[in-house]
């Protein structure tokens, strides 16, 4: 095992953020006989972890962990043996990577976006904010943002102060949405109703709940020209905080649906309301996503 790389991968899983091991080209090992095709239940969607308890390093991103027991159990030793760069997910330590492929993209984030701490590339930089969001790729010429369900090479700890995570980057995404033509209105998608059937472990008062659920919705359909699913996300990690202390259940799933139902509404894509709404829950819960 490369010694640099092991002392790497321990030093940041001691520090909480979830690790992997990459191999030549910068990708992750493939997933093992068990997991091929999925065969193992496997994680379609990687929002939340799914059904697989393999022990190795499969699924990509989604094996990534600060589990030291699991990056030094005999399946993961293997793996970091043959590795050629330790990877680590940034939504799973509350963060986001702003990658800048050049330097013509590096010029346009000193110019548009608040200095942070930053990372040097072989080509670019990386500029890492603290906060997760959705990530996606080529937002712009040069710009890929790396976050959620998503992992980046580690190089080494930059230099500068970190920053939270501003509005600039968030809206780099909205470019996805979508508004609906005028005068069309667009169906709302079947939800479950939150009350206290499905919310038997909260320990809020159903009034207090309701009232923030309404607010939240308020929030999401005033966005009515745009960044909808980002409010969307804003809206439903911020509730799903307020239960992050909760024995639960709380009944967060049907609060979700609310959620996402506001914002198809106002022309959000349903998928795209979806994985905005599930990944909000994630971080405001303080769950890997």
């Known amino acids: 095992m490369n010694d640099q790389l092991l002392t790497t991968m321990r030093d940041l899983a001691c ?35 799914g059904p697989c308890r393999c022990p190795a390093p499969c699924h990509g991103w989604a094996a990534a962990t600060s589990d030291l027991l699991t990056v030094f159990s005999h399946p993961w030793r293997a793996a970091w043996q043959r590795a050629a760069a330790v990877a680590y997910h940034p939504g799973g330590a509350r963060l986001t990577v702003v990658d800048l492929d050049n330097a013509a993209a590096v010029a346009w984030a000193r110019k548009h976006l608040p200095a942070t701490r930053t990372v040097t590339t072989t080509r670019g930089e990386h500029w890492i904010y603290r906060g997760a969001m959705r990530s996606a790729n080529s937002v712009r010429p040069g710009v890929d943002i790396k976050s959620l369900m998503a992992y980046a090479v580690w190089r080494d700890h ?74 969307a996300f804003g809206v439903a990690s911020f509730l799903a905080a307020q239960h992050a202390q909760c024995p639960g259940p709380c009944g967060l799933d049907a609060i979700g649906q609310h959620i996402v139902a506001a914002a198809v509404a106002v022309g959000v894509p349903e998928a795209y309301a979806q994985r905005a709404v599930a990944n909000g829950l994630s971080a405001g819960t303080g769950r890997a996503a």
């Not at 690790?19 to 065969?39: E, I, Q, Y």
């Open 158 to 231: 930059g230099t500068g102060t970190m920053v939270d995570l501003p509005s600039a980057v968030r809206a780099l995404v909205e470019q996805e949405e979508t508004t609906p033509a005028p005068g069309r209105t667009l169906p709302s998608p079947e939800r479950a109703e939150w009350d206290r059937t499905v919310a038997t472990g909260c320990r809020h008062t159903e009034a207090y709940v309701r009232t923030g659920l309404e607010r939240g919705l308020a929030m999401v359909r005033a966005r009515t020209e745009s960044g909808a699913g980002s409010q």
């Open 15 to 49: 520090l909480g953020i979830p690790v992997l091991p990459l191999r030549a080209g910068k990708l992750p090992f493939g997933n093992c006989r068990s997991c091929v095709d999925n065969a193992c239940g496997g994680r379609p969607n990687m929002k939340l972890a």
